[in-house]
């Protein structure tokens, strides 16, 4: 049995935003698509729910860091598409470099605490 996989409320405040926002660099994607992609690229460790996941898209193309378009899914329903706008891709690369320093700093931390 493997680690409890951690719901997108378990997730640290913002790095859902940014999680989204890494998902949507390969192309625009429909709410499901991002979820998953999310979901398998965490190797299942995280999971993003339906009531998590559009308010955060919202939030996002509130900031206009996303924008959306409706279209057809591979299972030729009407979806509505995201994509990153050109704020969106500056706003990823700082939320990274923000999320990397803070991951370093915690690992000092926890590196000590495990010797």
């Not at 940014?18 to 999971?47: C, D, F, K």
């Not at 990397?100 to 495990?114: F, K």
């Amino acid at each position: 049995m493997g680690p409890k996989k951690a719901a997108a409320g378990d997730i640290l405040q913002g790095t859902l935003d940014m999680l989204i926002l890494r998902t949507l660099v390969t192309g625009p994607a429909h709410g499901h698509t991002i979820a998953q992609v999310i979901e398998r690229t965490s190797e299942n460790a995280l999971e993003v729910e339906q009531g998590s996941l559009y308010p955060a898209l919202h939030r996002l193309e509130d900031r206009s860091l996303l924008e959306s378009e409706w279209g057809i899914s591979d299972n030729n329903r009407k979806a509505k598409f995201y994509r990153l706008t050109p704020q969106g891709r500056k706003e990823l690369i700082a939320v990274t470099g923000r999320w990397r320093h803070m991951i370093r700093a915690i690992s000092l931390i926890l590196g000590e605490a495990s010797e």
